[in-house]
């Protein structure tokens, strides 16, 4: 895109300005917003002025058909075209034609006030890197938010959020937020519907960005037709990337579940039926507890896999899991340990086979011999399945090098 830029006038002098003079860009995704764009961009301009700083306006056009670009020009916002749909595409389109040092973000459907973006300016002149709104610390006007949204789709997202990344945000979705444009550049941001506000919370959490909140007010929106969000298409886009960038929850700890359910059952049926209140536990629970071990094994590789591979791109920071298998882990230790394992239960049918032999090759007692075949059948499966890994890991490991030079 080009570089041209325009600069918004004021009467006072810029504070903190940036070598090219724009000290905070205000970027609104837009999507036929005719009745509203204008509105906003006359707000964020009066904004810049009262803060008495240098900045500049851009309207993220996603392909509006109703004008919304020449209201937003003549109102005096500069117009980037995106052509990629979605949300997040457009703010990223939009972001990266930014000069400010500072970057404000908000909807141009006049739900947020951008008279009142000032606290979020001087959070981050104070040296924080990510500033949040928080609707719920604020006000949320009638008729603004869908009570579903209000008490269950917003809370529960933004507290599973918090779960998983141990981030202690009030409001994770709120689409009023301003930022520093290299920490934004660091976050390398990739999605592009709705879910890129979760992303942006997200890695700024996994990186150890600063990240503050401040009161907001929501407004009910000026558009006069129904919104673009769709409250199961994005709630579910917002959780799948929740469990996506984070394998701890989303495989190892069910991993950590299924392995002591699997190998507590085995174990504790190993020496025979277990009566309890009535109920009798045999063979068929061991069968369900080897079951178990082997889902949750699986499981446990997976979320190796996915650590590896996130730490490889970048997505995520290194920890205990990436750092052992990047300094202890190799393909040939993985091969002996899954071949010990392997040979272990191999032995364990071997002796079936041999008290079946002492038997003439007759009937067998299933109720005794059956828990030695669940050991024997359990131990060649995660022999097997720890050198395919041990390979699999090994083949991530080989293309490292080329990302690490792609970076530089």
Not at 314 to 342: K, N, Q
Request: charged share 15%.
């Amino acid at each position: 895109m080009a570089s041209t830029f325009c600069l918004v006038p004021v009467e006072v002098e810029p504070k903190n300005p940036t070598e090219q003079g724009i000290e905070v860009s205000i970027v609104m995704p837009c999507l036929n917003e005719a009745r509203t764009v204008g509105v906003c961009v006359g707000k964020a301009i009066r904004a810049l002025s009262e803060m008495g700083t240098t900045g500049e306006v851009i309207v993220a056009d996603n392909g509006s058909t109703d004008g919304s670009q020449e209201i937003a020009s003549a109102a005096g916002a500069r117009i980037i075209s995106v052509a990629r749909r979605g949300y997040g595409a457009a703010l990223q389109g939009g972001i990266a034609d930014c000069h400010g040092r500072y970057i404000v973000m908000g909807d141009a459907d006049d739900s947020y006030d951008f008279t009142q973006i000032a606290p979020f300016v001087e959070r981050l002149r104070a040296g924080d890197d990510l500033v949040v709104g928080n609707r719920f610390r604020g006000e949320i006007r009638p008729g603004a938010m869908p009570w579903h949204h209000r008490y269950i789709g917003n809370p529960v997202l933004t507290g599973l959020l918090n779960l998983f990344y141990r981030t202690r945000v009030g409001d994770a979705h709120c689409g009023l937020r301003a930022f520093r444009k290299d920490a934004y550049e660091r976050l390398n941001l990739v999605t592009t519907g709705m879910e890129f506000a979760s992303e942006m919370v997200v890695k700024a959490s996994l990186q150890g960005l600063r990240i503050s909140e401040v009161p907001v007010v929501l407004h009910p929106d000026g558009r006069g037709r129904s919104p673009h969000l769709r409250s199961f298409r994005d709630g579910w886009r917002h959780l799948r990337f929740l469990l996506l960038f984070c394998p701890l929850w989303l495989f190892l700890l069910p991993a950590l579940f299924l392995l002591v359910t699997g190998a507590g059952l085995m174990i504790w049926l190993t020496p025979g039926a277990r009566p309890v209140g009535g109920i009798v536990f045999d063979v068929h629970t061991m069968l369900l507890g080897s079951l178990c071990l082997i889902l949750g094994y699986q499981t446990l590789w997976l979320g190796v896999y996915s650590k590896v591979f996130g730490h490889r791109l970048g997505l995520l920071p290194a920890d205990a899991i990436t750092r052992a298998v990047g300094s202890w882990f190799t393909v040939e230790r993985g091969l002996v340990a899954g071949a010990c394992v392997f040979v272990a239960g191999l032995g364990v049918n071997g002796w079936l086979v041999a008290q079946w032999w002492n038997v003439s090759l007759g009937e067998l007692d299933v109720g005794r011999t059956m828990r030695g075949a669940l050991w024997g059948l359990s131990g060649m499966v995660l022999g097997v399945q720890t050198a395919y890994s041990a390979f699999f890991v090994g083949l991530l490991d080989l293309w490292k090098p080329a990302v690490e030079s792609g970076a530089d």
